[in-house]
Nanobody
Framework: QVQLVESGGGSVQAGGSLRLSCRASGLTDISYCLAWFRQAPGKEREGVATIHTGGTSTLYADSLKGRFTISQDNAKNTLYLQMNDLKPEDTAMYYC??????????????????WGQGTQVTVSS
């Protein structure tokens, strides 16, 4: 059974940084796309970034390039999202997600199979 558990959310002032973590367990297929999504109140869920478990291939939402960095530590089965220069519009619930894949690259448009419970990020101005 796949489990994804996020942590690291919190409240921060604009311009600050946070690092989110997602501890994964039960990932038994050969490879996965791991991703971060976010959803602000009253808005649709949007993809933030994704990374392939087999290597370093990453993909970011265009609007977030340069401020957010996705990474993974396979030894710890943990996915990270480093968020810098945070803005009030980054306020949202952030979710970790996973989908098994046979491909070598990932997309935020895949139908992600597994989801964490989310961690709240609040950025004040």
């Amino acid at each position: 059974q796949v489990q994804l558990v996020e942590s690291g959310g919190g409240s921060v002032q604009a311009g600050g940084s946070l690092r989110l973590s997602c501890r994964a367990s039960g990932l038994t297929d050969i490879s996965y796309c791991l991703a971060w999504f976010r959803q602000a109140p009253g808005k649709e869920r949007e993809g933030v970034a994704t990374i392939h478990t087999g290597g370093t291939s990453t993909l970011y939402a265009d609007s977030l390039k340069g401020r957010f960095t996705i990474s993974q530590d396979n030894a710890k089965n943990t996915l990270y999202l480093q968020m810098n220069d945070l803005k009030p519009e980054d306020t949202a619930m952030y979710y970790c997600a996973a989908v098994s894949t046979y491909g070598l690259a990932c997309s935020l448009k895949y139908g992600y199979q597994y989801w964490g419970q989310g961690t709240q990020v609040t950025v004040s101005s």
